[in-house]
């Protein structure tokens, strides 16, 4: 049975996709370390959780008794030394179900790191995932529902779920035992590239060098972009509501955006952000922090919004996104080709 089982529950936006695959692209390092960061690939571990999360609760499907979640748990026990699973769909769960994961592991301390970003950084990146995921609420109702907590789209619920961050801790902190909850704050723009992983390293209780950190990370897309994929989210959802084609998340979310409109040669326009709202949402979140007193590596003070430069989407020509459309064609006429060329050879 692992000594101790680390948990990384997100929180979403917060260098959650820089440390699963530097997690997951250095295992065989870690492991020599007495790290293990299970699973052959890290989609392994998204499975396991959303199996944990659709099972084995009141009202719910029992858990498989060797489905994904049932194989890691395996895995974890059979290792003697610290395992850390990262999924940042943990981090909403509330007492009774955290409790039913620190049970799985008896004979393990289990912990958790709570990894946290201002704010200011992550109201736009969020509304900018969002769009990504088929969302179709506009920018300035977005947060105009952030800031009212009125919710006629379901926007500002799914966003707090995600990033009401002493929230999230207390639970995880009265769920676990004392002094089981970390918080590591993402660094501010400008810092050194490597610090949130020496960060992040350091709960873990491993020696951050001679790790590769060149990864593959969860780039963001541009204004025009995003402006772009809201105007189509929209076509396939005229209501607001329904479900997308079957074709959405592999196709638009990861080949078109993530693959494609992401890497724009030179990129667009930024979307910025600074609202006196968040500026005092954010010192209210640090003050509750505080009174919480949670281990922090790193600095709460880097929690505090700071103005987000960029644009608006009013400041952004219909030009623009008619050049972010005709990238967004050929990135898919190219990827189209592709297919069709290897469809060729097979038949």
């Known amino acids: 049975m692992a000594q101790r089982v680390v948990l990384h529950v997100g929180t979403m936006k917060s260098g959650t996709s820089f440390l699963q695959n530097v997690l997951g692209e250095n295992k065989a390092a870690l492991a020599e370390r007495g790290v293990l960061f299970p699973g052959r690939r890290w989609r392994r571990q998204v499975r396991a959780v959303k199996e944990l999360i659709a099972h084995g609760g009141p009202g719910q499907p029992p858990m498989p008794a060797d489905g994904p979640w049932q194989q890691m748990v ?9 395992a850390v699973v990262s999924m940042e769909y943990l981090a909403p769960r509330d007492e ?10 008896p004979e393990s301390r289990v912990e958790a790191v709570l990894t946290c970003r ?7 990146a969020m509304w900018l995932e969002s769009v990504q995921n088929g969302g179709v609420t506009g920018w300035q109702d977005y947060v105009a529902a952030l800031d009212a907590r009125k919710d006629l789209t379901g926007s500002a619920t799914r966003f707090w779920r995600h990033q009401d961050v002493p929230a999230i801790a207390a639970r995880w902190a009265k769920g676990l035992d004392k002094g089981a909850l970390s918080l590591v704050t993402v660094p501010p723009a400008g810092a050194p590239g490597d610090l949130l992983w020496r960060r992040f390293a350091e709960v873990l209780g491993t020696d951050p060098g001679g790790i590769a950190l060149d990864v593959r990370s969860n780039p963001s897309i541009d204004l025009p972009s995003a402006l772009l994929l809201l105007e ?5 959802r005229p209501s607001g509501k329904g479900e997308l084609p079957p074709f959405y998340d592999r196709l638009v979310k990861h080949q078109l955006s993530k693959r494609g409109l992401s890497l724009r040669e030179g990129g667009g326009q930024r979307l910025g952000y600074d609202d006196p709202w968040v500026r005092a949402k954010g010192e209210d979140q640090v003050a509750r ?4 007193k949670h281990r922090v590596v790193g600095d709460l003070d880097e929690l505090r919004p700071l103005p987000v430069p960029g644009v608006q989407p009013a400041d952004i020509p219909a030009e623009e996104v008619l050049a972010a459309a005709l990238d967004a064609l050929q990135v898919a006429l190219t990827k189209w080709s592709t297919a069709g060329r290897g469809q060729g050879e097979q038949e």
Not at 97 to 103: H, P, S
Not at 118 to 124: F, H, K, Q, S, Y
Not at 289 to 292: A, E, T, V
């Open 118 to 124: 201002d704010l200011a950084r992550n109201v736009p």
């Open 232 to 236: 189509l989210n929209r076509r396939f």
């Open 289 to 292: 922090l505080r009174k919480g």
């Open 96 to 105: 009774k179900q955290i409790q039913r994961i620190r049970k799985t592991f």
């Open 74 to 82: 395996d895995e974890i026990r059979a290792w003697p030394g610290t």
